[in-house]
């Protein structure tokens, strides 16, 4: 997953000072966890119960996780199969498919096919030549997935990654699931809660959000020391973006927003379809 050391969100105790989004004198309490080996948290005013509504974001996490052995996801790149894929991982295709056709493959989650690879060939010391490359990205395009409600499987070679959309998924799940109230949803990505305005730091800058956002870059996870791969990849070149891009959008669904922010960091454009998207992009 991404890891964003750049951004943080203002929250806690409103004090002396006040925030968009607080009344004065109101406090906003601050609950902390982990999902999907990161720190999230939920600031909320007044009384939310946030355990309670992460029971099943943990279910679904351990669903989709591509580091649990035992995950359904991984089921599906070990075998080349899954019976009865869990809603969660039916969800998370359709919602790719979406997104895949709409951006002409620039978002495909089979580029674990590719990143996969590349990681483990760095990790042992080997730099993949030109030619190698170019064949490993042939395995990358989600026409080698073949989706019913009863099967989900792979055609040989092909993984599956749902990295550029899961936490903003398990963001809008932990949304539904905490119901009516007044909250900030970090899992990775933002989401509001209720109409008020909540800022969040993004390289310095300060974003008030109403409905969801997501943050990509880079800088996240670099597979090499002295190359310029990085868990962002083309799916069309297999060529990364520059490790200082940090793309930023909000839209009104945090999946939508995290797929879209990958599809921008790595060169592309929102596409037309999708109405009321802000970007923005540092260099």
């Given at each position: 997953?991404?890891?964003?050391?750049?951004?943080?969100?203002?929250?806690?105790?409103?004090?002396?000072?006040?925030?968009?989004?607080?009344?004065?004198?109101?406090?906003?309490?601050?609950?902390?966890?982990?999902?999907?080996?990161?720190?999230?948290?939920?600031?909320?005013?007044?009384?939310?119960?946030?355990?309670?509504?992460?029971?099943?974001?943990?279910?679904?996490?351990?669903?989709?996780?591509?580091?649990?052995?035992?995950?359904?996801?991984?089921?599906?790149?070990?075998?080349?199969?899954?019976?009865?894929?869990?809603?969660?991982?039916?969800?998370?295709?359709?919602?790719?498919?979406?997104?895949?056709?709409?951006?002409?493959?620039?978002?495909?989650?089979?580029?674990?096919?590719?990143?996969?690879?590349?990681?483990?060939?760095?990790?042992?010391?080997?730099?993949?030549?030109?030619?190698?490359?170019?064949?490993?990205?042939?395995?990358?395009?989600?026409?080698?997935?073949?989706?019913?409600?009863?099967?989900?499987?792979?055609?040989?070679g092909v993984r599956l990654n749902f990295n550029a959309m899961a936490q903003g998924y398990l963001t809008d799940l932990l949304w539904h699931e905490l119901g009516q109230g007044e909250a900030l949803v970090n899992l990775g990505e933002y989401?509001?809660?209720?109409?008020?305005?909540?800022?969040?730091?993004?390289?310095?800058?300060?974003?008030?959000?109403?409905?969801?956002?997501?943050?990509?870059?880079?800088?996240?996870?670099?597979?090499?020391?002295?190359?310029?791969?990085?868990?962002?990849?083309?799916?069309?070149?297999?060529?990364?973006?520059?490790?200082?891009?940090?793309?930023?959008?909000?839209?009104?669904?945090?999946?939508?927003?995290?797929?879209?922010?990958?599809?921008?960091?790595?060169?592309?454009e929102v596409p037309d379809g999708y109405q009321d998207v802000d970007v923005r992009i540092w260099e």
């Open positions: 997953m991404r890891r964003r050391g750049f951004l943080g969100a203002l929250s806690g105790l409103c004090g002396g000072v006040l925030l968009s989004g607080c009344r004065r004198g109101e406090d906003v309490k601050v609950w902390r966890g982990v999902v999907m080996g990161i720190e999230v948290t939920v600031s909320y005013v007044g009384d939310l119960k946030v355990d309670r509504a992460l029971e099943s974001v943990l279910r679904v996490e351990g669903e989709l996780s591509l580091w649990l052995r035992d995950s359904a996801l991984s089921q599906l790149n070990r075998d080349g199969y899954l019976r009865n894929p869990p809603r969660s991982i039916l969800d998370c295709l359709k919602k790719c498919e979406e997104l895949y056709q709409a951006t002409d493959g620039l978002f495909d989650p089979t580029i674990e096919s590719y990143l996969g690879w590349m990681r483990e060939r760095f990790r042992a010391g080997d730099r993949p030549s030109k030619v190698e490359r170019e064949e490993k990205l042939q395995l990358v395009d989600f026409r080698l997935v073949s989706v019913s409600d009863d099967r989900v499987e792979v055609e040989e989401r509001v809660l209720g109409n008020r305005e909540w800022p969040v730091i993004v390289e310095g800058d300060e974003l008030m959000i109403r409905r969801a956002l997501a943050v990509s870059s880079g800088a996240g996870e670099r597979l090499s020391a002295t190359d310029l791969a990085n868990h962002l990849i083309d799916p069309k070149t297999g060529g990364s973006p520059p490790p200082r891009r940090v793309v930023a959008v909000q839209a009104d669904e945090a999946w939508l927003a995290d797929g879209l922010a990958t599809v921008v960091a790595v060169g592309g």
